[in-house]
């Protein structure tokens, strides 16, 4: 195609003063506070698939900043203060892509979020029952009340099986992440941001003036560039501290009179479920087989939907009849720090990557940290 393009095309289409790459949710935050900092700046984004590709659109729509079990882990690597930083990163960030687009807008409820713990796991869970008044101290002047406490009475209402403990974080909530993707698409578009689909970019070529970027469809040029593809990062800016994992995803066919209402987390974070109309949705199990989840290949294998499968059988839905009505994947990034990674990496070249998992939660700051960082450099 690049050797078909007419001279008005070269000339109107293929050169901007920021281009992004990559419009999940952090490349459309980026491109937004840019657009709105600045509205004279040209800025186009180019996404490799038909949709944004990776997680933001693939996920399970949880609005969270970590189940105490996970919280346990974090603050392993991070310390205390570094951990109360991070959840505060996360809860603003939350209240950040609220107020961009509004909760009606990305449909979103706050049902509260649960921890379950079956009776093999009570070691695991009278470790994070002790540790519930450590963490609301932690977060009280962050979310404004105490988010943790111990809930088993409501076990029986939701249905599970071989639940033994339940921890409710009062905060947690679930959203619509495709409705969430469509209207920060919508948003980007009537501030004037150009979105190019199915527009993969081949390689970053360090130009004296900015970036050529190098494509079939012909050779971008942007005077600072942003690469936000986050677990696909290494193929454009290799070396980055970016591994990326895949969260293999299921949902049901309606359920009559389905009692689970909420998001729910299990082992530690790897399984992860909730409702979404009349279904449930429910993914994870990559610590089944990290070797073969560290990929950035999207599709299934048959350990991990086995596992998924049994524990919808055995634990959510005992004694229910339900159909598998639909089956994906989505690729995430994670990396040794805990933190994304926000950073010029060459010379008019930036990065906004490694959401670690929490892009729905910490993906509008990100976008608009390395915003920031580009409009200083301007």
């Not at 209207?183 to 130009?207: P, S, T, W």
């Not at 490694?354 to 915003?371: L, P």
């Amino acid at each position: 195609m690049a050797n078909a393009l007419s001279y008005w095309e070269k000339t109107s289409f293929f050169n901007y003063d920021v281009i992004i790459i990559g419009s999940g949710i952090v490349g459309l935050n980026a491109a937004i506070h840019l657009k709105n900092s600045v509205p004279s700046l040209s800025i186009a984004v180019l996404e490799r698939g038909f949709l944004p590709t990776g997680a933001s659109t693939k996920n399970a729509g949880f609005a969270c900043f970590g189940s105490v079990s996970e919280l346990i882990e974090q603050e392993k690597i991070t310390g205390t203060n570094g951990l109360a930083k991070l959840i505060e990163r996360r809860w603003k960030g939350l209240l950040k892509l609220r107020n961009l687009l509004g909760d009606k807008t990305v449909d979103y409820q706050c049902l509260g979020g649960y921890e379950l713990f079956k009776k093999e796991e009570q070691p695991l869970a009278e470790q994070c029952v002790s540790k519930i008044e450590h963490f609301n101290q932690l977060i009280r002047n962050i979310v404004g009340a105490d988010a943790f406490s111990l809930c088993n009475q409501k076990i029986e209402s939701f249905g599970f099986n071989e639940v033994e403990n339940l921890i409710v974080n009062q905060y947690e909530a679930q959203i619509d992440t495709g409705k969430m993707m469509f209207a920060l698409l919508q948003y980007a578009q009537q501030l004037g941001i150009i979105v190019f689909n199915n527009c993969e970019v081949d390689r970053i070529e360090e130009k004296g003036n900015g970036a050529e970027l190098i494509t079939k469809k012909g050779n971008f040029h942007s005077k600072k560039l942003i690469v936000a593809t986050n677990a696909f990062v290494n193929s454009l800016l290799p070396d980055l501290d970016i591994t990326p994992g895949r969260g293999q995803v299921l949902i049901t066919a309606p359920i009559k009179n389905l009692k689970v209402k909420g998001t729910f987390h299990y082992d530690k974070g790897y399984y992860y479920f909730r409702n979404i109309n009349d279904r449930i949705l429910l993914g994870g199990g990559r610590n089944i087989d990290f070797d073969t989840e560290t990929t950035t290949e999207f599709g299934q294998t048959e350990v991990v939907q086995q596992a998924l499968e049994n524990l919808l059988k055995q634990v959510i839905l005992p004694n229910v009849a339900f159909e598998i009505e639909q089956r994906w994947s989505g690729i995430m990034a994670f990396g040794k720090d805990l933190e994304p990674l926000i950073q010029e990496v060459k010379s008019n070249v930036f990065c906004a990557t490694r959401c670690n998992g929490m892009g729905i939660a910490i993906g509008s700051q990100t976008g608009e940290d390395v915003a920031e960082m580009v409009l200083k450099s301007l």
